[in-house]
């Protein structure tokens, strides 16, 4: 036995145990550990994450959250790039991070991905990085998708930087609807049925090779296989498409149908 074993004080009546023995093993990081970048006003991303993360065996998530103003503007959005490091530095300090993922798609955009890279990176210079935009792109690569139906909940400054965006980076928009909503409390809350309509009226107006729901406060996971089953087309939103593109890039290829046609698929 290698364990100390000595009399305390006698007065306190106790035995002290010290240096037992002990194994280790690769605890419930053993696969891959995500870390993931919240918006302070996020309701929804950490929800649709988990529930995508959690039964997955050696696979965990660790997050933090990143100030910023409720109402999305394109320079509150812009405001938060000197905040991503610090926000990044937080998660499991000097512990290795698989991957980071920051999560907010208007303001990847508005600030750049590389940008947002660039600052995870200046203290997480191995992880492998990721934003809801990103994941966007990597879901149309490897769907076989090029014209894209969008919908957001943005007002319209926002929404010509989006569409710009996706446009600028080889993809088509034939359509694009919003529900101009400025406050992430009330998108949070926007109902799946109220998705599933504007998505059939998005696909009324244009043909389209995939949909994709962009912002992260947007409840879309749990409705997009059954969306995905009544208008025949692949469907994929900001925390969706992020949760496996993170999950890819983490080497993590486990196939997940009842996630949608995205989750059936590896990195194109």
Known sequence: MNEAVRNVKPETDMILIEHLPFDTDGGIAARARLGLIVLATDYT????????????????????RILNDAQITPETLRAMEPRIASATDVILPGSQLDVVAYGCTSASMAIGEEQVFERIRSVRPDAKCTTPITAAFAAFRALKAKRIGVLTPYRADVNRIVADYIRARGFVVPVFGSFNEQDDGIVAAITPASIKKSISTILSHAPVDAVFVSCTSVRLAEAAREIEAEIDLPVTSSNHAMAWHALRLAGINDKLPQWGRLFEIPLA
């Open 45 to 64: 991303i950490e929800h649709e994450w988990r529930q995508i993360v959690t039964p997955l065996k050696g696979v965990a998530l660790y997050e933090s």
